[in-house]
């Protein structure tokens, strides 16, 4: 299956400053991304769809000028934490579609990020 | 919401084998069932799929009823590695996933 990186692991920062989490797939071109968010004790919630070269699809209750999705290329994805809060802390995880049929989702690693 | 019902944990002993159950009674004609696991602060595993027929690859097999609406996920001989919440998630393979609780699988020595 498709081998998906994220960085960094794990990010601690000060309220109100910017993070930015990439995600790469390192030996598959993704034309497509998600972007999940897992609050401890709870499951994965979808956050988004990153489509390569278009503006990504949120999900509802997702501010889009809150978490900034660019899908620049079929390789990486970024996820942009603005202006983030301590409610914003949470485990953050991408994924790419196999392009297969049919289509099986591989995930990163995923990112801790630490709000203080 | 999940289109899939599991039980919440369960605990099985090293070695043997680990049946977990699922229902997914809405399934649609061309929806498939994926199954996949997440280890304690990872990110999710992909373990096997299937549309109708029985599935087995080097980590599981998948049985699914012949009116498709329950599965169960096999792990022949369990270890403590397979300790992991198992998600069971129904799909048509080109739309984006829902994940319900899952269940706890717990692996005692």
């Known amino acids: 299956g498709a081998v998906v990186s994220q960085h960094p692991s794990r990010v601690i920062c000060k309220s109100g400053t910017s993070v930015k989490i990439e995600c790469r797939s390192l030996d598959f071109q993704a034309t497509t991304m998600f972007w999940y968010r897992q609050f401890p004790k709870q499951s994965l919630m979808l956050m988004a769809t990153s489509n390569e070269g278009s503006k990504a699809t949120y999900e509802q209750g997702v501010e889009k000028d809150k978490f900034l999705i660019n899908h620049a290329s079929l390789t990486l994805s970024t996820l942009t934490v603005t202006s983030a809060h301590p409610e914003d802390s949470s485990f953050y995880i991408c994924?790419?579609?196999?392009?297969?049929?049919?289509?099986?989702?591989?995930f990163g690693p995923g990112t801790r990020l630490t709000v203080l | 919401d999940a289109k899939t019902t599991q039980p919440t944990s369960m605990d099985c002993a090293e070695g043997r084998a680990a049946n977990l159950p699922c229902n997914h009674s809405t399934i649609s004609g061309n929806e498939y069932v994926y199954w996949y696991r997440q280890i304690h602060s990872q990110g999710p595993q992909y373990i096997i799929h299937g549309l109708k027929n029985n599935e087995t690859n080097e980590m599981a097999s998948l049985i699914i009823t012949e009116d498709r609406k329950s599965s169960t996920l096999i792990l022949p001989h369990a270890t403590l590695r397979d300790t992991a919440v198992y998600y069971c998630i129904v799909s048509g393979g080109y739309q984006k996933v829902t994940f319900g609780i899952g269940t706890k699988l717990q692996v005692i020595p």
């Open positions: 994924s790419v579609n196999s392009g297969g049929a049919p289509d099986t989702q591989y």
